[in-house]
């Protein structure tokens, strides 16, 4: 009996997306993901308050390591949203990633308003741009999630390689 070898660690090419709408839709999405990622990273010592007016459990240190956790998550995300050749396990994690913003966003968007805050800036487009808490938060976060979902779809092989 002859064993079958799986390579995590070796890169390959995407396989043929499920649907071909999929490849413009994970384009503006990977856009959407970097103008956030840029102008949380320009505006870095005004991003970290921001999260910190959250008054996460934890204070200024678990703030800290959430804002920095969301920005490497948005920048992980981007090679599965781009195609890059991957190893199939940096690509389950860069897929995975590209869903896990949009949620992060969304449990902090309802975090606050549980708990009543009403911050001007929800960090979620930096400090330059502002997105309030409440409804603006919460629609932006849901319908970044739905793009990301229809991403990782189209996305998905149809077990057919390039």
Known sequence: MEMVKIHLAKASEPRVPRMQWAIPVTLGYAAILVAMSLLQLFGLEEFMPIIQNYWLPGGASVAAVVGSVIIVMQVFSLPFLLRMPLS???????????????????????????????????????????????????ALSGVLLAWSLLAVYGLSSRGVSK
């Open 88 to 138: 199939r396990l940096m690509r389950l994690l860069s897929a995975g990633l590209s869903v896990a913003v949009p949620l992060v966003w969304l449990a902090l968007a309802v975090y606050a308003q549980v708990n009543g805050y009403v911050l001007e800036n929800s960090g979620m487009l930096g400090e330059k741009i502002a997105v309030p808490t409440g409804l603006a938060q919460l």
